[in-house]
């Protein structure tokens, strides 16, 4: 029986006989740019938005030695490798490979859980515990991508989601991490305390301010102290430290969201204008909806203003939908009757769904489809 929560002399493991991999494709954009054009091959290659205001979405390993990471404005990543190659995205190409991986993934694992185009978690505990079947498991499964994309990946295998992610981290790029339950705490234990899923800045520094520095000072901390200063995020985080991790693999759709975001080079104030660039991301949205043979039942909106302060509103349908309609003029009230417009504009608009399920057919629109939507 699993212990209700972590001890401080012994690890503390969801289950002996469960086994989760964690896939993650490296530096997936810049790779595939740099598949697809030799000339790009050995250079850092940066993908992401090319206007003043784009952002890095991922940089090329070459690039991550001058400092280059995703969320980086573009215009930085430029000052800091101004011989770089820089390029815009291609998200249908990113999809055509990333659905490539996942077919690999389908032959070895009833359950896939995708969290993005280069990253997915999946159950392999039908393959047993043994730790060299699974490392085969793992080399399988990175030759068949390699295969399949023409691309390196990094795997993690161990008994829970956050181990497992742990593992694809360790070694990259192409790397293979076998986590068995009686090296857990060898490995957390050293590691510096922001290792830990949750742990961002502030919280960083508020446990270094307890002298609490790697996995295994958090680990040993009296429990009481933790909850005390961060409360029950607090329990969750000494849990990690023991390697507990009891997080099920989402079931649904492969796909948790969709959204569709556009970046302005100048801020929107005309409301007509923003209305409309949300329902053209709307009609993108639905697109790749029944691409994947999907419906939603959740529709939002975000918004960014010149301050960066950024603001999401979503409601929620009372049964699934793929209709360009219904999910525009959902969008359009939230935008008009849920988001405040005033005379600095807005930066950037974005329109998602999500709570997907899967469907075998696609939903009989009850309008013209075909028709202009008009959003104002």
């Not at 972590?6 to 598949?35: K, N, Y």
């Not at 980086?72 to 815009?88: H, Y």
Request: with cysteine; aromatic share 6%.
């Amino acid at each position: 029986m699993r212990p209700s929560g972590p001890t401080r002399d012994s690890p503390g493991l969801v289950s002996d006989e469960r086994r989760i991999g964690h896939l993650d494709m490296d530096a997936f954009f810049a790779a595939v740019e740099q598949l697809d054009e030799p000339a790009y091959r050995g250079r850092p290659v940066v993908v992401g938005g090319l206007g003043p205001r784009g952002v890095v979405a991922t940089a090329s390993y070459e690039a991550r030695t001058y400092g280059i990471h995703s969320a980086m404005p573009m215009a930085v990543a430029k000052r800091r490798c101004p011989d770089g190659v820089f390029v815009s995205a291609r998200f249908a190409r990113y999809k055509e490979l990333s659905d490539r991986m996942r077919r690999v993934l389908r032959e070895v694992s009833p359950v896939i859980e995708t969290i993005s185009l280069d990253e997915a978690f999946f159950d392999v505990s039908r393959h047993g515990t043994d730790h060299m079947a699974l490392e085969s498991l793992a080399k399988r499964i990175k030759r068949d991508v390699r295969n399949e994309t023409g691309l390196t990946c990094s795997i993690g295998i161990a008994a829970n989601r956050f181990l497992a992610k742990l593992g694809s981290e360790f070694d990259k790029p192409d790397g293979l991490l076998v986590i068995d339950p009686e090296s857990v705490q060898a490995l957390l234990d050293p590691l510096p305390i922001g290792a830990l899923w949750g742990v961002g800045q502030v919280t960083e520094r508020r446990l270094r301010s307890l002298g609490l520095l790697r996995v295994g000072d958090l680990r040993r901390a009296p429990t009481d102290l933790i909850v005390r200063e961060f409360g029950s995020g607090g329990k969750r985080l000494q849990e990690l430290a023991s390697g507990i991790d009891d997080t099920p693999l989402a079931r649904q759709a492969e796909s948790r969201s969709i959204s569709r975001e556009r970046t302005f080079p100048f801020d929107v104030v005309d409301p007509t204008e923003i209305a409309e660039h949300v329902a053209r991301l709307a009609v993108e949205v639905v697109g790749q909806l029944r691409r994947e043979s999907l419906l939603c039942r959740t529709v939002r909106v975000k918004v960014r203003y010149p301050d960066f302060r950024t603001i999401t509103r979503q409601a929620r349908l009372g049964v699934g939908t793929d209709s360009i309609h219904l999910i525009a003029a959902l969008a359009g009230h939230l935008l008009k009757n849920r988001v405040r417009l005033d005379e600095s504009g807005i930066r950037l608009i974005g329109v998602g769904v999500g709570d997907l399920i899967q469907t075998e057919a696609q939903q009989l629109p009850l309008f013209d489809e075909a028709m202009p939507f008009d959003a104002a």
